[in-house]
């Protein structure tokens, strides 16, 4: 399990993003939650747009990578 060093993602801005999304209160531990969610699917995203940059045999991950990454995700 996490612990609170180890979370990439600060939680105020999970917090900005669940409020933006209508929320009128946000408990502290939901934006925890949705926070290990994000960082979960980053890090997935992140190694397909490794490996495609692997594949066009280059060492730099691209914006393009991490767009056909998440592209071949929501499929």
């Known amino acids: ?16 993003l669940i409020r933006k999304a209508n929320a009128d209160r946000v408990s502290e531990s939901a934006a925890k939650e949705l926070g290990v969610i994000l960082e979960q699917l980053g890090k997935e995203i992140a190694n397909r747009a490794i490996d495609l940059a692997k594949h066009a045999k280059r060492t730099t991950v691209k914006d393009s990578d991490i767009k056909l990454a998440y592209k071949q995700w929501r499929r």
């Open 1 to 16: 399990m996490k612990t609170e060093n180890d979370r990439i993602i600060p939680i105020a801005p999970i917090d900005r």
